[in-house]
């Protein structure tokens, strides 16, 4: 699904390819209608949302039954508003859910110096992988058009353009409340952050991802780092052979 979702971002299509992923991904469809993290696991919520996007923008209608299945059971599992953060990055990156729905992930946070109580150093590389690419996208927010036929608003039990704060606060729950108040808080700051701290910022993240792609092994060794770097580099303007 990630793969499908990627190809479009890059503006790239190979329509037997797709067929042979849509035929996969409908084999790997769970008897309930949903679509899980590893062979014979439960439902995962984020992954049949991912799932029928990819199989939508393949060209799968939304009233085929195997749709229909996945359908129901989102809607019944809280809908596409409780997917995790990922997910929620990948649909506002296609314009199913609105930017300020993603979680707060200022690319200043390249500029922290080691003595910070936090910085990428405390982290393990894995993490690193996964969120300087993400750091780019959201400094970034790119958008990428899809026609409403093939958009996903089906799936949400509230319309998506109408959501704001999908992390709430919760009562018992101080250390998740601290973070939602500083996620609220970053939000609010961003668009006064000057234009050179952030220039800073982005050249500092993409000269990380440059040097940590060298090699057969890519970012991390892993697709969703690799897609987040893909993404980022086009974002900053490589080139698709330097991709």
Known sequence: SEYVLLQIFLKRSDKQREERIARYLKRRQNGNGSWSLYHG???????????????????????????????????????????????????????????????????????????????????????????????IIFAKRPVVKVDDRLGIAELFLTPPSTLRHLDKFHSGEPLRNVFVLLDRFLKVIDPVIPNWIRGRALKRAENWMRDHTKGEGGVGAIYPAMANAAMALKLLGSDEDDE
């Open 41 to 135: 696991g439960p439902g995962n919520l984020s992954a049949t949302v991912k799932a029928y996007f990819a199989l939508k923008l393949i060209g799968h209608s939304a009233d085929e039954p195997h749709m229909v299945h996945a359908r129901h059971w989102i809607l019944t599992n809280g809908g596409a508003e409780k997917v995790n953060v990922f997910t929620r990055v990948a649909l506002a990156i296609f314009g199913q859910l609105p930017w300020r729905t993603v979680p707060a992930m200022p690319v200043e946070i390249m500029l922290l110096p080691r003595w910070w109580f936090f910085n990428l150093s405390r982290v393990s590389y894995w993490s690193r992988c996964v969120i300087v690419p993400l750091l």
